[in-house]
């Protein structure tokens, strides 16, 4: 009876232990597929976390180059010249003709030949290219290059040489990656400054900087014969660069590369304003050319320290124009023109060129101790000549 009794009480008890086992088993494995879920889930997370750390490691810079970069292209041009100017005194250099537009000295060369050179633009419009006019000027064959490799013949659309623009029309069919343009109204100084080009023939080559000054004059650069306000900039443009656009943080089109200063204050660069450009290509997709309203003056800035003033003098007039026979004279100095009060002489010629030619003006002058209050209509600037 006992020993039945002890048999029973071991088999319970092995029962026991197997059922133990059992639920022992089914909770370990539970476990272990939970476990295992929260494994195969983690990667995934770290797969978010990783691309979120990618992306906020992408810099403006290459955000920006992105957005405008497939829309600048190459161009190629071909020309032939009997002579090429070079001036070793000069402190602006450019691309290869840029001094040769600009009608600094160089010796002679008797040989005609055929001169290749390399510029940059970028296209704004429908196949459409903005470049600069010193990148064009005189040539016989012009190649457009884009990011992708692809080449296409240019024809020149119009130029102007006061302003160092030009629009070329591409002769193909699109799609075209057209540049964002820009407001240059809305740009400061200590604003980032992307230049994109392709120096040397280097495609896309990018440089960066601030913006320095909005508005220098190019008279100052001693420029004297050309009509054009420019930016300034510390973005490295190399020759190449010209016609390439000049971007903001965004990516947007602020400005167009044009020339660099070397020598004393070396590292200078200089961009021509979008919204001049604008209305510069406008004008020439309309009709070819560009009217520059002119009254025939040369002015002179005078600083004087003592009482931190500026005036504007008139150190030229040029015979038989408005200005002439309206009855402006050497050293008059001009206080208003219409109802703009007149600081430098930038202030005098954009009034004149925002008034048109079909138009009179009114121009307050002072002439020794007399305020001289006068009428002139603006003429364009090829009639100042004839």
């Known amino acids: ?4 009794m002890f048999s029973k009480a071991i088999t319970q008890n092995k029962l026991m232990k197997l059922s133990f086992k059992k639920l022992f088993f089914v909770s370990y494995l539970t476990l272990g597929l939970l476990n295992k879920s929260n494994v195969i889930s983690q990667p995934i997370a770290n797969k978010n976390i ?3 750390s990618k992306i906020s490691n992408i810099s403006f810079i290459t955000k920006a180059v992105k957005k405008t970069g497939s829309s600048v292209v190459t161009i190629d041009t071909q020309r032939f010249v009997k002579n090429q100017q070079f001036s070793r005194d000069s402190r602006i250099f450019l691309d290869p003709y840029f001094e040769r537009f600009f009608g600094l000295q160089l ?6 030949r055929l001169e290749q050179s390399q510029g940059s633009g970028f296209i704004f419009e429908d196949g459409l290219v903005m470049t600069n006019a010193h990148v064009v000027n005189g040539s016989e064959k012009l190649i457009v290059g884009l990011s992708n490799g692809a080449k296409y013949k240019g024809k020149l659309i119009g130029q102007d040489l006061l302003t160092d623009l030009a629009v070329i029309e591409l002769e193909g069919k699109g799609p075209w990656p057209k540049a964002k343009l820009g407001d240059s109204t809305k740009i400061e100084v200590g604003d980032w400054a992307i230049a994109v080009g ?10 960066l900087g601030i913006i320095s000054n909005l508005n220098r004059n190019v008279s100052q650069l001693g420029i004297y014969d050309k009509k054009f306000e420019l930016i300034q900039t510390d973005a490295a443009i190399n020759p190449g660069n010209s016609g390439g656009p000049l971007l903001n943080s965004e990516g947007e089109v602020i400005g167009i590369n044009t020339l660099i200063r070397s020598g004393p204050g070396a590292g200078l660069s200089f961009a021509i304003p979008i919204n001049k450009a604008k209305n510069i290509a406008s004008q020439l997709i309309k009709n070819g050319k560009v009217i520059h309203p002119m009254i025939g003056v040369n002015l002179i800035d005078e600083n004087y320290f003592d009482t931190n003033k500026r005036s504007v003098k008139v150190g030229y007039v040029v015979p038989n124009s408005p200005a002439a026979r309206s009855g402006i004279l050497i050293n008059d100095i001009i206080l208003k023109v219409d109802k703009k009060e007149i600081n430098n002489s930038s202030d005098v010629i954009n009034a004149i060129s925002n008034s048109g030619i079909n138009k009179l003006i009114n121009i307050t002058l002072k002439r020794k101790n007399k305020i001289i209050k006068l009428k002139v209509q603006p003429t364009d600037i090829t009639n100042l000549s004839k």
């Open 1 to 4: 009876m006992n020993t039945r």
């Open 50 to 52: 990783d691309v979120e």
């Open 107 to 112: 010796p002679l060369e008797n040989q005609p």
């Open 198 to 207: 392709n120096p040397f023939g280097l495609e896309n080559t990018v440089t």
